[in-house]
């Protein structure tokens, strides 16, 4: 099957409304609730100023405007707008930042797809290592 990008948004989680748990999507998606839990999209996410996320994100391309305390993991490409604020690693080939931005963890953006897919793999490795906890 060949399925193109959809450019019209096809889910969203509207403002006041919570979700506790991990959440997948399919397709375009924008977010102006909160959420306890990791989302995953399979197209582009929007995530409004209103928006709460507390757990990891990953989209084809993300742009934040609310608060994501996680990780954010968006191959494409990554736009911080002014209101967001992220409390976690970001992980894009392309990174936008708006002046104002709260922006506190480590980033990779490189656009050579070989050069990224090497830092990530670096960086996960790093990750584990130092997330882990050795007994002696």
Request: charged share 20%; net charge neutral; proline share 1%.
């Amino acid at each position: 099957m060949n399925f193109q990008d959809d450019i019209s948004i096809n889910n969203i989680l509207g403002s006041g409304s919570t979700i506790k748990g991990d959440l997948s999507i399919r397709g375009f998606a924008k977010i102006d609730g909160c959420i306890n839990g990791n989302l995953e999209v399979t197209g582009n996410l929007i995530i409004g100023k209103d928006a709460k996320i507390n757990g990891n994100v990953s989209a084809k391309s993300i742009t934040v405007g609310g608060i994501i305390k996680g990780n954010v993991i968006a191959p494409e490409s990554v736009h911080l707008l002014s209101s967001c604020v992220v409390l976690g690693d970001v992980q894009t080939k392309r990174i936008q930042a708006d002046e104002n931005v709260v922006f506190h963890g480590h980033c990779i953006s490189i656009s050579n797809s070989d050069e990224y897919e090497k830092a990530v793999s670096k960086w996960n490795n790093i990750s584990s290592v130092s997330s882990s906890t050795f007994r002696i």
